[in-house]
């Protein structure tokens, strides 16, 4: 790879990428095409690896079109020149792009290689200095890229070229993703890198971002094991604040650059557990483990929730989660889904009981991003608790609307279902009340036993039809609810002072 120029091609249609790439040999004519993307945004992460001398760029794509991108190349990368492909129908967008710095265009329509090749040698003379060749980093960075990210076709020259500057016996490949950063910029990614660098510098280290990934693969000698990660460690310690938002896996130790795939797909497959690790910078993938936790009892939850038991809902929610913590049950993802259900259903249940949400609702959405931007375990636990305090809150300011909710679904629920085999355990499941609760509730509001209350509904539909109907005494005590008609006798005398019979003869029947 001497002496050449190194190219970056942009656009959102993988074919014309494709096109590109293969129009010619271009090692042939002093070029190389280190890398592709398909937006601007993708294409500015991958400058600072890639290192490109010219960028061929769509000027019509999603996220981040080539006007913006030939904007803040200019302003970051002014070195950098950008090519820029357009449409017949376009040329407007190419006028500007041109007063953002762009020093060529050509029509897609009618891309040729000759057509390509003479602009970018035209280029290639607006450069101050001559032509350089790739340093062995770059080179490294390049290599390391295609081994993970793209099919090859002379796999095994790749494996061999990359593994010409890795002279140790032993490979380790790290991993962090870099999808939630917030307060660790580039400046601070840049120290975190050369620290690696610095402290690891008896090593041979190449690092790579690529998707929002932050790779690094270490080769160094089988007996610096302990080593290795004290120095790690080391790096933890001196930038502790800026490893609050950047954790890496740690593959297992490998031998065989061609097995690099392999352990990057382990890797991978872990990163979801990662955010269970909060004080952590460097966890290893040999130490991570997934067990299975009891399912968790929503109905339960929302029982206590039904009852305004807002200690026990606390208490039942964050105890299974220090489970789920303690044996990493959910990844990330599915956990983060598991809490913003849970958290609907609350507030759909606060709203069936006559409670105003208006707030709550107002603040899902944007309790559930900062859910989804959450970077570790602790800082979701810190969400939850702060929602239920707003419902513990919403119940403390809302308390008389709360007892006339829950006596109310009590009465009318008697109302409804008194001529049924009525007991309190199915009343307390059918409303999602504690059944204890129930009971000592129902009691407090009302100065009378729930049985009781239940037996004078009864008594009270009694009276009704043995004045207004012709049913015998069997068929009035099965119509309210009473299974033994000679015990609903006995009920009905306790209340009235007299038999179901006396008191139809004594209304004239």
């Known amino acids: 790879m001497n002496e050449l120029y190194r190219l970056l091609i942009v656009d959102d249609e993988i074919i014309l990428r494709n096109g590109v790439k293969y129009l010619c040999n271009w090692e042939e004519y002093g070029f190389v095409v280190v890398g592709e993307a398909s937006n601007g945004k993708e294409a500015l992460e991958l400058i600072p690896v890639l290192d490109p001398h010219i960028v061929i760029i769509d000027i019509v794509m999603p996220i981040m079109n080539g006007i913006d991108f030939t904007k803040a190349v200019n302003e970051k990368y ?3 020149k950008v090519l820029i492909l357009s449409s017949f129908s376009e040329f407007d967008y190419v ?31 607006k450069f101050s200095s001559p032509q350089t060749r790739l340093n062995e980093s770059q080179k490294n960075k390049i ?3 295609q081994v993970l990210f793209t099919s090859l076709d002379d796999q095994e020259k790749v494996f061999n070229e990359l593994q010409e500057g890795m002279k140790q016996s032993n490979f380790r490949l790290m991993k962090a993703s870099l999808q939630y950063l917030r307060y660790v910029g580039e400046e601070e990614l840049k120290k975190i890198t050369e620290e690696v660098f610095s402290v690891l510098k008896t090593y041979s280290i190449i690092d790579l971002i690529k998707n929002n990934e932050y ?14 990660f004290s120095y790690l460690s080391q790096i933890q310690d001196t930038h502790n604040e800026l490893f609050k938002e950047i954790k890496f896996i740690v593959s297992e ?48 939850l929302l029982t206590y929730l039904n009852s305004f038991e807002i200690e026990k809902v606390k208490i039942y929610l964050f105890d299974y989660l220090n489970k789920v913590r303690f044996k990493r049950s959910y990844d990330e993802y599915s956990f983060k889904r598991f809490i913003q259900s849970n958290i609907y259903n ?41 929602f239920l305090d707003q419902i513990e809150n919403l119940v403390d300011v809302q308390s008389e609307k709360k007892n006339s909710i829950i006596l109310d679904k009590i009465i009318d629920y008697v109302h409804k279902h008194y001529n ?43 009276k009704q039809l043995l004045t207004d109907s012709d049913l015998n005494i069997a068929e009035v005590s099965k119509q309210v609810g009473f299974t033994d008609h000679n015990y609903f006798s006995k009920v009905f005398k306790k209340y009235t002072k007299m038999t179901p019979t006396s008191y139809r003869r004594k209304q004239g029947k």
């Open 78 to 80: 002014p070195n950098i």
């Open 95 to 125: 006028r500007e792009a041109f007063k953002y710095g762009a020093v060529d265009y050509l029509l897609k329509p009618k891309l040729r290689s000759e057509d390509l090749l003479n602009s970018l040698n035209n280029i290639v003379k």
């Open 143 to 145: 290599l390391l890229e």
């Open 215 to 228: 790779i690094v693969l270490i080769n160094y000698p089988l007996d610096k094991e302990d080593e290795l």
């Open 253 to 300: 130790s490998f031998s065989d650059i061609r097995t690099i795939k392999d352990y990057y797909d382990s890797v991978n497959n872990l990163m979801g557990y990662l955010f269970y690790y909060s004080h952590e910078a460097f966890v290893k993938a040999n130490g991570i483990y997934s067990e299975s936790v009891e399912e968790f009892d929503a109905a339960l």
């Open 346 to 386: 609350m507030i759909n249940t606060m709203r069936k009981l006559g409670f105003d949400v208006g707030i709550l609702n107002q603040n899902k959405m944007k309790l559930f991003k900062s859910i989804d931007k959450s970077i570790d375990y602790n800082e979701i636990k810190s969400l939850i608790q702060s």
């Open 420 to 462: 049924e085999d009525l007991s309190l355990m199915e009343i307390s499941e059918e409303l999602h009340l504690n059944y204890y609760y129930l009971s000592s509730y129902f009691k407090n509001q009302t100065n009378e036993n729930l049985t009781s209350y239940i037996n004078n509904v009864r008594i009270q539909k009694a």
